[in-house]
């Protein structure tokens, strides 16, 4: 994809690195899951893949340029279980402890691997650990089966029920995971420069070992007893909305702390991970039953909540009701948006007006090498137009989606209902949760944004005290000639690059759209938008048959492999902290790899970069592996 378009501004560039047929596997390997969240991802530091399958972790190493994957892992990581006998929710005769979702992020000073599972337990590793293991491996002259004894989890514990979403606070060391229950727990890892009279080796217990039940407390006091040294305190929600810090409390202990307010399933959850909120304060949530909350961690409360669509029941079942579901937040740094000028370079497209709010829903026609339809017969977005739209043309005239060709064939998902912003009075007087008895803070609003998705559509709040800002309904949908599951269609596949000013969203169906986080002046009023830059996979291979009928089972993203990255893996100092503006390793560079991973095994790999980024890699830093 070149750096310029009819488009009128400047795009991302994608290029192809690869497209990897799908491998046959024997008996051993286990096969992949089903109807879960994100089952890959890619080290920042290393260059590691990640690939679950049911309650075990294959680990690749990508070769550059291509992104191939060798026939065998690198390693094989064995999940432990927190205790015997759990039960599973989607699947608990064949595999109750298979991976709902996995996450790489930095916690302190570490790159960690995290992931839970359908059993609720989860499972952390320090991805560091996993590196040397490879390469003592791939120098050892064991047998390919012998598994080396010790890759040992940091962290296991276990939420009560299906554990899905996941989020890492770095600064603060904060894990936080949601679940089934309509619980978030978040474990509340103690700080260093809190622990008075802490000694090396009950640090070392205190910070990586996994504790068991019978070792929390039931009461928010400290306990000085010894056999609480690694435990988490646990407060009862009675006791908690009685008892709102106005700033975080010490952290000499770890704390697990739960967050009750959700009414349904929460599938997804994402951290303030920005020096705006240094002390992990802020956390959003999405449930299934239409609903986005932003918590105030440390008073144990929501602070900010919205409903979206016509959620009448916990489980409804109307078509257009389920379009609303929520199932992917992200918190936005406000410095991850750039700088643009007129409509279209700033929404895409000439926005309309929709739930109150601007819409740019039309914006997917306008998107080069992409189609409507899923299939050999792909017809594109933009070649059956006999005008393409220049950034000076009236939208009016020249607005493709007034293609009769297009209208008929691409699909809109109608939503009932408008989105509401609710008065947190109302929706505990709807939920089941004790009313708080302390004040609401008089300040709402939180230092990011929000990105939330649904089965159905992609929402930017711009600030947390208002209502969505921007819409874009069914931005992934096709027509398919080869039908794929229709519940796959959901938007539960959510990550970033702060640095690059872009997010990526993925649906099960097997697409990527990749956005631009933009911000610029429309009407008299600074707006911060988004528009789409790309589909994955492009309208080219779905031509050629590249991409394969069958689910995706995760993407990732991660630097593209260079010589920095080979001096971090031999640098302590580098792989344990010398971090980017937006927390990232090393120096930020303005290209990044984009693996997508589908469940037949097939592998579609890309290079994704900004031509406007301050920062510039040659050619000579790459490094070939």
């Known amino acids: 994809m070149e750096a310029k378009t009819t488009r009128g501004f400047k795009e ?23 109807w879960r969240n994100n089952l890959t991802a890619l080290s920042q530091v290393w260059n590691l893949y990640f690939v679950a399958h049911q309650a075990h972790i294959y680990v690749y190493q990508p070769q550059y340029p291509t992104q ?4 065998k892992p690198a390693l094989i990581l064995n999940l432990p279980v927190s205790r015997p006998s759990l039960r599973g929710y989607i699947d608990d005769h064949n595999y109750p402890h298979a991976i709902n979702n996995l996450l790489v992020a930095d916690l302190g000073e570490q790159e960690v691997l995290a ?10 590793y320090h991805i560091r650990t996993i590196f040397h293991a490879v390469r003592r491996r791939s120098k050892s002259t064991f047998d390919d089966k012998e598994d080396f004894q010790d890759i040992r989890a940091f962290f296991v514990d276990n939420v009560g029920l299906s554990a899905w979403g996941l989020a ?19 474990f509340a890892f103690a700080l260093a420069n809190e622990l008075n009279d802490a000694t090396p080796d009950s640090l070392q217990n205190h910070l990586y070992e996994s504790t068991p039940d019978s070792a929390y407390s039931d009461s928010n006091e400290s306990s000085s007893d010894s ?6 305190l646990s407060a009862p929600t009675s006791s908690l909305h009685q008892t709102m810090e106005p700033s975080p409390p010490s952290r000499s202990k770890n704390k697990r702390i739960t967050l009750s307010g959700n009414r349904t399933n929460v599938p997804n959850i994402s951290f303030c991970n920005t020096d705006e909120d240094p002390d992990g304060r802020w956390l959003a949530s999405t449930d299934i039953g239409g609903f986005l909350l932003v918590w105030d961690i440390w008073a144990r409360r929501p602070v900010s909540i919205w409903r979206f669509g016509d959620q009448l029941q916990d ?7 389920l379009e609303t579901r929520g199932w992917g937040v992200l918190c936005l740094d406000p410095r991850s948006f750039r700088s643009a000028q007129g409509a279209p370079e700033i929404f895409g497209c000439i926005p309309k007006r929709d739930e109150m709010c601007w819409c740019n829903t039309d914006s997917r026609l306008r998107v ?3 189609t409507i339809w899923h299939g050999k017969n792909a017809i594109s977005t933009t070649t059956n137009i006999q005008n393409p739209v220049s950034a000076n043309e009236d939208d009016s005239t020249s607005d493709p989606s007034l293609n009769p060709l297009l209208k008929a064939r691409l699909p809109h998902m109608a939503v009932r209902g408008l989105h509401q912003s609710m008065l947190i009075s109302e929706y505990y007087e709807k939920s089941q949760v004790p009313w708080p008895q302390a004040p609401w803070p008089t300040d709402l609003r939180a230092p990011f944004g929000l990105l939330h998705t649904s089965a159905g559509s992609i929402r930017l ?3 947390t005290d208002k209502g969505p800002s921007l819409i874009c309904r069914s931005p992934l949908v096709q027509v398919k000639i080869d039908q794929i599951h229709h519940g796959y269609e959901r938007l539960n596949m959510l990550s970033q690059a702060p640095e690059l000013g872009l997010v990526f969203v993925a649906t099960q169906s097997g697409r990527v759209a990749i956005l631009s986080l933009t911000q610029g002046r429309t009407l008299k009023a600074q707006e911060m938008a988004f528009r789409i830059e790309a589909f994955l996979p492009l309208r080219s291979q779905e031509e050629q048959g590249l991409r394969p009928n069958t689910p995706l089972l995760g993407f990732a993203i991660g630097p593209v492999q260079t010589r920095a990255m080979e001096s971090a893996a031999e640098n302590h100092n580098l792989a344990n902290g010398h971090r980017s503006k937006y927390g990232g390793r090393g120096e930020t560079t303005n290209k990044i790899r984009l693996m997508m991973t589908y469940r037949d095994r097939t592998v579609m790999s890309y290079e994704v970069s900004r031509t406007d980024s301050a920062s510039h890699k040659t050619d000579h830093d790459l490094l070939v592996l």
Not at 15 to 31: A, M, N, R, W, Y
Not at 68 to 71: A, G, H, Q, T, Y
């Open 227 to 232: 056999s609480y040294e690694g435990a988490y």
């Open 168 to 186: 890492i606070h770095t600064a603060s060391r904060m894990l936080a995971v949601s679940s089934n229950t309509g619980d978030i727990t978040v």
């Open 68 to 71: 191939r994957l060798s026939s």
């Open 12 to 34: 991302i560039s994608v290029s192809i690195c690869g497209v990897q047929p799908p491998t046959k596997l024997d008996d051993s390997h286990p096969s992949v899951a089903s």
């Open 368 to 370: 080069r090498d992409s």
């Open 115 to 124: 992931c839970v599972c359908d059993d609720g337990d989860v499972v952390v």
């Open 461 to 463: 709040i711009e600030h």
């Open 315 to 321: 489980f409804p079942s109307r078509g257009d009701v």
